[in-house]
T-cell receptor, first 115, second 111 residues
């Protein structure tokens, strides 16, 4: 049973380009969460999705960031027109039910570097 | 005040030592609590859930004090492999999903 998969593991973009981060949840999991971790800081919740629905996006920046979890395929976190401050590790987690009642399993993360 | 606050660390302890981490949370409606472990440049992994009655898993003991709104993690007989960052995690059910991670406390166990 494969765990949570994220790709790419490392992503380098120049300012103004787009970054697309992918997350495949653990088999059987329908709840997906995205977090951002800046160097030497804790994880910050960004968005919670279920299949085809955004349940809570209260942690997402208002501009340039979007997320989706289509019926088929991985969840995508998209960052448009990246800036240097977007450089961080982005972790995806999944759970079989609502987190809080169920353990979240994390993927290995995507480390985004904006030049 | 941060929603979840942890001891700033780092903690530097010798092998075999007992070390305790504390974590406080601000929302009295918080319902579930966890300790996660994160190794350098890796993903967080669940260490243990925290219950009001306290729970123990080998050398690790977690306790919750709802009245004072704090959570603790005790590690006995520290091993070199315990070196990591320990994250306190609180789930607040109100206003939709909200999982809040503390900034983490780094532990270094030395030979």
């Amino acid at each position: 049973n494969a765990g949570v998969m994220q790709n790419p593991r490392h992503l380098v973009r120049r300012r103004g380009q787009e970054a697309r981060l992918r997350c495949s949840p653990m088999k059987g999991h329908s709840h997906v969460y995205w977090y951002r971790q800046l160097p030497e800081e804790g994880l910050k919740f960004m968005v919670y999705l279920q299949k085809e629905n955004i349940i809570d996006e209260s942690g997402m920046p208002k501009e340039r960031f979007s997320a989706e979890f289509p019926k088929e395929g991985p969840s995508i976190l998209r960052i448009q027109q990246v800036v240097r401050g977007d450089s961080a590790a982005y972790f995806c987690a999944s759970s079989g039910g609502l987190a809080g009642d169920n353990e979240q399993f994390f993927g290995p993360g995507t480390r985004l570097t904006v030049l | 005040r941060k929603e979840v606050e942890q001891d700033p660390g780092p903690f530097n302890v010798p092998e075999g030592a007992t070390v305790a981490f504390n974590c406080t949370y601000s929302n009295s409606a918080s319902q579930s609590f966890f300790w996660y472990r994160q190794d350098c440049r890796k993903e967080p992994k669940l260490l243990m859930s925290v219950y009001s009655s306290g729970n123990e898993d080998g050398r690790f003991t977690a306790q919750l004090n709802r009245a004072s709104q704090y959570i603790s993690l005790l590690i006995r007989d520290s091993k070199l492999s315990d070196s990591a960052t320990y994250l306190c995690v609180v789930n607040n059910p109100t206003g939709g999903f909200k999982t809040i991670f503390g900034a983490g406390t780094r532990l270094f166990v030395k030979a």
